[in-house]
């Protein structure tokens, strides 16, 4: 997935025409942001897909529907930071590659199973859609950086053909090799593993071919963007359930919440750390950003956004039994599954952004362990909480939350305040040629 399948040379070669390399210090551009918006319809239907099939089989489903949309985002987002997005071929062509991401979006929640009386397979519109923004990429990538053999773009593309192989087949092959519907699903799943395993593990076997970080600035952005995305995608999920129910105490209260838990999940990502992992990257070298950028930023992002799945999917829960208790007069707890993904959705993002600090930065070390100590509290509480109120549930969650934050920010001191005045005026960001 990641774009360090090597590096230059070293030797300056002249861009070919319609491509302008990136400078440092150079920010996001509307081409990308506007790339970047199609993955909020991406993550609506992705918990869109765990909603119809509510077992941990159909969760398992939407992660690996996620892993395949976040290698479509990434690999651009590696192609951008090293070729200007806002001219030229790369313009025109991620315009082209954002209608064809927006039909794999749509498709998303049909990428396992087809609705009825479809004229085309589901399945096979959101494959196709991945292979074609995929080639497209692998072709903008060869024409873009020059002295390329074939012998490197064939070992590229011999992983994505595989593959993809897999991906067609388990959108064709199960429905019509078996009869049993347990057995269609669990070789479905089984063959996107395989390929989402061969997906991402090319970027560690290959080291011949890629592309660098060269705008810290860009990149760092880049990312804290599509969390903004991810985070702004489950508040609309519970926008959207909650506009169908009656207005009442609960509903705001959860509503509250919602907003209360979401809101410092961002802080604990934007308000220092991310602010120190730039640091990281402006303060080392081109060629050494790479192994930071591809394990901190492209791989442990992936369980972040994950995690923000998962909450969006116990948020919608919560909401969905406000509605049945107003009307029914049904038991307001939540179900297993809704509750396991409600907190353990907030404790795996911070899990793997506990990971993310230590990958790239040793400033403000010590705001870590609130966040591991956050994390086992959740996790402990999970069989407490499911004998509260689904309303109750979501608002101890918000309360820990909230409560990490107030931590965070007496634990980490002067070293905060100090990150943050330096990030406001530019301290550690290098000037652009």
Known sequence: MSEDDGASDGKSARAP????????GVGVTSVELFFDLVFVLGFIQVVALMEDDFTSHGVLNGMLALALLWSTWSIYAWLGNSLQARVGLIRIALLFVTAVTLAMAVAVRQAFTGLPGAAISGPVVFVACFVVVRL???????????????RIVLLVAAPLFVASVLLFSAAVVPQRLFHDPWLVKASQTGLWMLAIIIDYGRALLLRSWGLHIISAR?????????????????????????????MTGSLIAALVFAIVTAAALGWTYFDVVAIAAERTLS???VQRRVAYARDAYSYLHLPMIAGIMLLALGLHHVVTIIKDNELHHSTARLESLGLHALYGGAALFLLSHAGFQLRITRLLGRVIWPRLITVALLVALIPAAGQLSAVVALGLLAVI????????????????????????AGGFRPEGP
């Open 17 to 24: 025409r319609g491509i302008r390399p990136l400078r440092e």
């Open 136 to 150: 497209v990429h692998l072709a903008l990538r060869w024409y873009a950086i020059p002295d390329t053999r074939p």
């Open 218 to 246: 860009h990149w760092a952005e880049r990312h804290g963007l599509i969390v903004l995305v991810a985070l702004g995608e489950s508040l609309i999920a519970v926008g959207l359930t909650s506009s169908g129910v009656p």
């Open 283 to 285: 303060q080392n070298t």
């Open 401 to 424: 939350c909230a409560s990490l934050v107030i931590t965070e920010v007496l634990v980490a001191g002067g070293r905060r305040k100090e990150l943050r005045e330096a990030a406001l």
